[in-house]
């Protein structure tokens, strides 16, 4: 049976506002599904539900009141624990920070709490988010909900665990090469990807750096879009940050008849396995004939994978040179690896990323000039044991780094793109399988109504539409 933690986040909103569903009713049902499934599958890894609870009567008491309870109004939501939270422990997934409690919000936190959104808790991250495997050695692994053996990727792997199993309708999630699209494909929920400057990132370094972003998962589009609502705006710390990028405070799932898609399995450059490549395929007959066109086709990536590890290897410089110096022995290989590639870059190297990646970026605007969306598969493989930090071989061929087998993520990502990943059934292995809509910078409102369109299309068919994860069977390994 249904339970409160189990509505989308629209339709907790809804039965809220309609007094049908009490603030406290619907945070003691997320609270009770983490104690069900939490200790099979480590998602959530610090908590203060006293501040929860109170949270939510506040918001009870607001509402009887008859006072504005914020755009969230009240909805449980989780933060990755790559973002601080005040009074609410921020680890980083790093045994530097093992301790941290922060005395402030960052303003990703501030923003959402301001909303109204109850933080309560942090999902789990790799170390630094570095790496598409989330374990750390602060908390351990996260296990993947539909096989608690397999991993549920990363970076913000807790994040989509604890939204495919109901520990929360809502919660935040950040991405580089693939951090919030990957575990979202492989937990059979949504993310967002904005494009740089939507969602301000104004902490740490590397602010003239566009890649990495922060932006919301959810189980729908439109719960997606709903705290992206809130994650979103101008702020002049961030240099890509534009009051022209404002996403629209309501969102309608385009038609898809007026949309020219272009479609790829490997984006003419991506290690894909053959078993996901069929899958694809099929789901691309079961999609193709909705749209006004839909040809096989993809941007120039010239240079793709040399202009991502150069410039990804100098931004682990600039964040982790001193850690790597004075802290070796706490950090983790992937933060290790990345950063000792970094250092042996030279000038010239970087030079040549740079410009090649202007090259990227705009003969993909033009390609964007001739279709309106991208749609590619969201991961290459299918989930994989968490023991096994990351992905070494597909289809016989040897992964020269261990970011390679998330190239069809970090592709898009080169070319500043926004992309909306959406479940798409399960897969030849019976594991949540997931679509990518790609769509140019600054093509944030259209992705996200191409996604709610092919959302529809998908959830009429038993085959495509989202796959649910078994929370009796998680409860019972639990106990």
């Known amino acids: 049976m249904s339970e409160p933690c189990d509505l989308s986040a629209v339709e907790a909103l809804e039965q809220i506002h309609s007094r049908q569903l ?11 599904r983490i104690e ?3 200790g099979t599958l480590n998602a959530v890894v610090a908590s203060d539900l006293d501040a929860g609870i109170a949270h939510a009567r506040e918001t009870e008491q607001k509402l009887i ?5 914020g755009l969230l109004g009240g909805l449980p939501t989780g933060i ?3 973002e601080e939270t005040a009074n609410l422990r921020t680890t980083f997934g790093s045994l530097l920070y093992k301790d ?11 923003c959402i709490r301001a909303d109204g959104g109850n933080i309560f808790c942090k999902t789990n991250t790799p170390e630094f988010g570095a790496g598409g495997n989330t374990v750390n050695r602060v908390y351990g692994a996260t296990g993947n909900p539909f096989n608690p053996d397999l991993t549920c990727a990363g970076s913000s792997g807790g994040t989509a665990v604890a939204l495919a199993t109901g520990m929360m309708p809502v919660a935040t999630g950040s991405d580089y090469g693939g951090s919030l699209r990957t575990p979202a494909a492989f937990c059979g929920i949504t993310g967002f990807r904005p494009s740089p400057g939507v969602v301000p990132g104004v902490a740490g370094g590397g602010a003239l750096t566009p890649f990495p972003v922060l932006g919301p998962m959810g189980r729908t589009v439109a719960d997606t879009h709903l705290l992206l609502r809130s994650q979103a705006g101008f702020d002049r710390r961030d240099p890509f940050s534009a009051s022209d990028k404002a996403i629209a405070p309501d969102l309608v ?3 898809l008849g007026s949309i020219r898609a272009a479609w790829s399995v490997d984006l003419d450059c991506c290690p894909v396995d053959a078993k996901i490549r069929e899958v694809f395929l099929s789901r691309v007959a079961l999609l193709k004939g909705a749209f006004k066109q839909c040809d096989e086709r993809a941007p120039g990536m010239d240079n793709v994978h040399e202009v991502f590890e150069v410039l990804r290897g100098l931004g682990f410089v600039g964040a982790h040179a001193d850690r790597l110096k004075n802290h070796r022995d706490l950090l983790g290989p992937n933060v290790i690896d990345n950063t000792e590639r970094g250092l042996k870059l030279s000038a010239e190297q970087i030079a040549q990323a740079y410009t090649h990646q202007s090259d990227i970026y705009r003969d993909t605007l033009e390609f964007f000039n001739e279709v309106d969306v991208l749609i590619c598969p969201a991961a290459a493989v299918s989930p994989f044991p968490h023991s096994q930090l990351t992905v070494t071989e597909i289809n016989g061929e040897t992964m020269p780094t261990y970011m390679r087998w998330l190239a069809l993520s970090y592709v898009p990502t080169t070319a500043m793109c926004c992309s ?8 030849h292995a019976g594991m949540p399988f997931g679509i990518q809509i790609v769509g140019p910078c600054g093509g944030d409102n259209l992705v996200l109504a191409v996604a709610a369109g092919i959302e529809s299309l998908l959830a009429a068919d038993e085959t495509s539409r989202r796959p649910v994860a078994d929370i009796a069977a998680l409860s019972a390994k639990a106990r």
Do not use: M, Q, W, Y
Not at 22 to 32: D, I, N
Not at 65 to 69: A, E, R
Not at 100 to 110: E, G, M, N
Not at 420 to 427: A, M
């Open 420 to 427: 909306c990943v959406i479940p798409c059934g399960l897969d």
């Open 22 to 32: 009490s603030p406290v009713e619907l945070f003691e049902s997320c609270v009770h």
């Open 36 to 38: 069900a499934v939490n």
């Open 80 to 82: 990755k624990d790559l």
């Open 65 to 69: 009141s008859g006072k504005p309870i």
């Open 253 to 255: 799932a385009e038609d």
């Open 100 to 110: 941290f409690v922060p005395d402030t919000d960052d303003r990703l936190s501030a």
